[in-house]
């Protein structure tokens, strides 16, 4: 029997497993504040964005807040090192011209 309002069922999809919540990477979020602090403000904020985006079903959007948080801690890190290398360079020219 096929009525006008009958509808027939819907193919059934292949099952897929849902996508995991990324890293916040707050970790390196912190770790821009103790070595380049300026750093921390957009590690922190895209840190603190990964799980609101992941709720909201953008799973891409959270994976690159992660990689961005991950990112400005490495970066911070980095500078940080520069800085150093500097200052011992300087200090080294300093003695050396003494």
Request: aromatic residues 16%; hydrophobic residues 55%; charged residues 5%.
């Amino acid at each position: 029997m096929s009525g006008p309002y009958e509808q027939p069922f819907p193919a059934a999809q292949p099952y897929s497993q849902p996508a995991a919540l990324p890293s916040s990477n707050a970790g390196w979020a912190v770790v821009a504040i103790i070595f380049f602090w300026p750093l921390a403000i957009p590690a922190f904020n895209h840190a603190l964005k990964v799980h609101p985006l992941w709720m909201m079903g953008d799973v891409q959007g959270a994976q690159h807040s992660s990689n961005r948080a991950g990112f400005f801690g490495k970066l911070s890190l980095i500078i940080f090192g520069a800085f150093i290398v500097l200052y011992l360079a300087f200090i080294g020219l300093v003695v050396a011209n003494m």
